[in-house]
């Protein structure tokens, strides 16, 4: 079973501060990686793909992919009140187009 | 961009009465598109994946003559919930899958979803 795991939260950050998500996932032939935004009552908004080891920087937010360990990270900077939202980890495995997504971690940016 | 609407954004309709939603990708077109279910304050489940001219493939445990899939062109999927009871009643998203190149560099974009109340 390809299972994703995310800390449901909720995690409190005061506004300003970075926020760090945190992802695993269990298949080692994973190739694709995705943050997603969901506020409540919407779908979900890709913020974030990440395809390589490393770090992929994108305005406020910064996604890191370490395969060895099977770990994928979101940090998103000078957070903002309007960040406050559940953000959905995705992975895709190749050879299929589906999306093993986690549980979602709920974040609240304290103003 | 990549732009995935859906209709209609909401729907009540009485029990045993058949919905239908479209998902259609605007700016790009889509070979596969996806049909999830969302429960308040649950993750996104996966209910069966849509392929342009062939029959979809449905997750375990979906019941396909009840979630009926038609993905008729490059730019739209449509699902029918048949027969509708109260426990259909959820937040229905489409998503479509842009290819960029070539795997692993594609993405799935999501439409705005579909509340389903049945009464």
């Known amino acids: 079973q390809k299972e994703v795991e995310q800390n449901s939260g909720p995690l409190s950050v005061p506004e300003g501060a970075i926020a760090s998500l945190n992802c695993t996932y269990s298949?080692?032939?994973?190739?694709?990686f995705f943050w997603y935004r969901q506020y409540s009552g919407k779908s979900p908004e890709l913020i974030m793909s990440?395809?390589?080891?490393g770090d992929k920087e994108d305005g406020r937010f910064t996604a890191q992919l370490n395969k060895a360990s099977q770990y994928v990270s979101l940090l998103i900077r000078d957070s903002q009140p309007s960040d406050s939202a559940t953000y959905l980890c995705?992975?895709?495995?190749?050879?299929?187009?589906?999306?093993?997504f986690g549980t979602g971690t709920r974040l609240k940016v304290l103003a | 961009g990549a732009v995935v609407s859906q209709h209609p954004s909401r729907v009540i309709c009485k029990s045993g009465t058949s919905v239908k939603i479209e998902c259609r990708s605007l700016?790009?077109?889509?070979?596969?598109m996806f049909w999830y279910r969302q429960f308040p304050k649950q993750s996104l489940m996966l209910m069966a994946t849509s392929n342009e001219g062939s029959k979809a493939t449905y997750e375990q445990g979906v019941e396909k003559d009840k979630f009926l899939i038609n993905h008729a062109s490059l730019t739209l999927s449509t699902l029918t919930v048949t027969s509708a009871h109260p426990e259909d009643s959820s937040f229905y998203i489409c998503?479509?899958?842009?290819?960029?190149?070539?795997?692993?560099?594609?993405?799935?974009?999501f439409g705005p979803g579909t509340r389903l109340t049945v009464l």
């Open positions: 998503s479509a899958y842009r290819i960029s190149g070539g795997q692993p560099r594609n993405e799935q974009f």
């Open positions: 995705a992975v895709n495995g190749g050879g299929t187009y589906k999306y093993i």
């Open positions: 298949d080692r032939g994973s190739q694709s």
């Open positions: 990440i395809y390589s080891n």
């Open positions: 700016d790009f077109q889509a070979t596969t």
